[in-house]
């Protein structure tokens, strides 16, 4: 059995430690005193069993336990505070769609097309849910979700959005300084993404599939690829350019290809969509008019 949840009071009183930056900030937001936001800290720690702030520093920093935990709880309750507006939402008119993918596809593939839907459909309000890496499960409050995998999943229907494309991308200035300085790939910056999904393409897999050095685990590091794409726009080095997330910025001209050795993996991007999906019209409309997409 899973450990019991801690009560959703002290992770509020977490979350808004860690987003304010000190107690004091955030026992002024809840209307509490200083003291019943330590107390509510301090019962937390006890309930997970570890430290979760660094109290020696001030403000006091949080421990590796506590960015952990930052990371989960803040997404955690984003979705409530989500799922929540979409409730409301859905009782004032009805008339709106939901979908879910990782924050990287957000960001940088679906909002941009969103914007030509909702030209095109003024009438449809469209939500988006993001998570830092693949998509939650179809509930009452997704109607469709955006997913990176082999397809095979039984929550609702899975029809291919694209394939994948996965080559080197950075800058054009930091291109040109590898180019003038005779630095090849296996001896750049890398910047690695930190995922747990064994189907996401990582450095290594790459540099493998292409006969390079597999042992390149220096570089930066980063949680999502938005915050990777960021820095290869700064200049801080090569990442790994996924169609869904670079593609874009690619034809822009605000990334460029390091090279032309591309590595297409089996997996894709499907769009899953409700077994309600007749009763939801929005949603219906948004499914057809994603998938017609070139």
């Not at 019991?4 to 026992?27: D, H, I, K």
């Not at 309750?77 to 939901?98: F, K, N, W, Y």
């Not at 009438?123 to 469709?144: K, W, Y």
């Not at 003038?180 to 790939?185: N, V």
Request: charged share 20%; aromatic share 6%; glycine share 6%.
């Amino acid at each position: 059995m899973p450990s019991p949840l801690p009560p959703l009071r002290l992770l509020s009183v977490f979350e808004a430690v860690s987003r304010t930056g000190s107690v004091q900030r955030a026992a002024m937001e809840l209307n509490v005193t200083q003291p019943a936001v330590s107390q509510a800290l301090r019962q937390l720690e006890d309930h997970v069993g570890t430290k979760l702030l660094d109290r020696k520093t001030r403000p006091a920093a949080r421990t590796e336990a506590g960015r952990i935990l930052e990371v989960a709880v803040t997404e955690g309750l984003g979705r409530i505070a989500d799922a929540i507006d979409h409730v409301r939402h859905l009782q004032m008119t009805g008339d709106s769609a939901t979908v879910a993918c990782s924050v990287g596809v957000a960001t940088y593939w679906l909002m941009p097309r969103l914007a030509r839907f909702s030209a095109e459909h003024p009438q449809v309000t469209v939500n988006v849910m993001t998570t830092l890496q693949g998509a939650p499960r179809l509930n009452p409050a997704v109607d469709l979700a955006i997913r990176y995998g082999n397809g095979r999943w039984a929550d609702g229907t899975v029809e291919k959005l694209f394939d994948e494309r996965v080559v080197p991308v950075c800058s054009q200035p930091f291109r040109d300084r590898l180019k003038s300085a005779g630095i090849k790939l296996d001896r750049t910056t890398l910047l690695h993404v930190n995922t747990d999904d064994p189907a996401w393409i990582t450095w290594p897999t790459y540099l493998k599939n292409m006969g390079l050095p597999e042992n390149r685990t220096a570089g930066r590091r980063f949680t999502n690829y938005v915050q990777a794409t960021q820095a290869a726009l700064d200049g801080q080095g090569v990442m790994l350019g996924w169609e869904s997330i670079t593609g874009d910025l690619v034809r822009e001209g605000r990334l460029v290809e390091l090279n032309d050795l591309p590595l297409v993996p089996a997996d894709a991007f499907y769009l899953v969509t409700t077994p309600m999906i007749e009763e939801r019209p929005s949603a219906r409309l948004l499914a057809s008019w994603l998938l017609d997409l070139p």
